[in-house]
């Protein structure tokens, strides 16, 4: 079971907004920086979000990063066949000073 | 560019040992920390160690006592001393560096360059 709880499936249309939540505590998502990565079949994970809400150079403005309290979401908007991925947020945990990762969240266009 | 390349994966008996190493190029490795993911088929990502550019390491506790991380600068390498695997240990391991040079304490966890990934089989 990991420490960020997201949901384990999501799905959506083309063209359409999804927002994946990843549920934390107060030792990792509440006092500490949230990225997110998108996990494309058979590739290794790609950087979309880092420091809760900043784009890496060359992640178009469809993907989004918040985060409030013990909570952060990715949002993507204008849903491509191409954004079916598996999706994780990941953390540093302050308590036992390690890194964390959410379950993964399987985005279905 | 970055890159980061893993080799000494493959099949081990429970309980035996296997070293990981990830070779760097393309940056100032010394002024980085360094960390090793892993993810088993079908599962999501685990964070496994890290070590800063200090020397420091950190583990979780479902590998603490068992495994193993160090760095040779001169050699721009990384490495993962694994001992008494287990089952538990198959997955694909990742070498990752982060994306910024924060102190691996600062909570600025995140990784904008990862290694293609080694198998590690732990079976009879």
């Known amino acids: 079971q990991s420490v960020l709880t997201q949901p384990p499936s999501m799905s959506a249309a083309p063209g359409q907004k999804v927002t994946i939540s990843c549920s934390g505590g107060?030792?990792?998502?509440?006092?500490?920086?949230v990225s997110w990565y998108q996990q494309l079949p058979g590739t290794t994970p790609k950087l979309l979000i880092y420091?809760?809400?900043k784009r890496p150079s060359g992640i178009p403005d469809r993907f989004s990063g918040s985060k409030s309290g013990t909570s952060a979401t990715l949002g993507i908007t204008g849903l491509q066949p191409g954004d079916e991925a598996d999706y994780y947020c990941?953390?540093?945990?302050?308590?036992?000073?390690?890194?964390?990762f959410g379950g993964g969240t399987k985005l279905t266009v | 560019e970055v890159q980061l390349v893993e080799s000494g994966g493959g099949l081990v008996q429970p309980g035996g040992s296997l070293r990981l190493s990830c070779a760097a190029s393309?940056?100032?490795?010394?002024?980085?920390?360094m960390h090793w993911v892993r993810q088993a088929t079908g599962k999501g990502l685990e964070w496994v160690s890290a070590?800063?550019?200090?020397?420091?390491?950190y583990y979780p506790g479902s590998v603490k006592g068992r495994f193993t991380i160090s760095r040779d600068n001169a050699k721009n390498s990384l490495y993962l001393q694994m001992n008494s695997l287990r089952a538990g240990d198959t997955a694909v391991y990742y070498c990752?560096?982060?994306?910024?040079?924060?102190?691996?304490?600062?909570?600025?966890?995140?990784?904008?360059?990862w290694g293609q990934g080694i198998r590690v089989t732990v079976s009879s």
């Open positions: 420091d809760n809400n």
């Open positions: 990752a560096r982060p994306g910024s040079r924060f102190d691996i304490l600062s909570g600025h966890f995140y990784f904008d360059s």
């Open positions: 990941g953390t540093w945990d302050s308590s036992v000073n390690s890194g964390v």
């Open positions: 393309g940056f100032t490795f010394r002024n980085y920390d």
């Open positions: 070590i800063d550019t200090g020397g420091d390491t």
């Open positions: 107060t030792s990792t998502v509440k006092n500490n920086y």
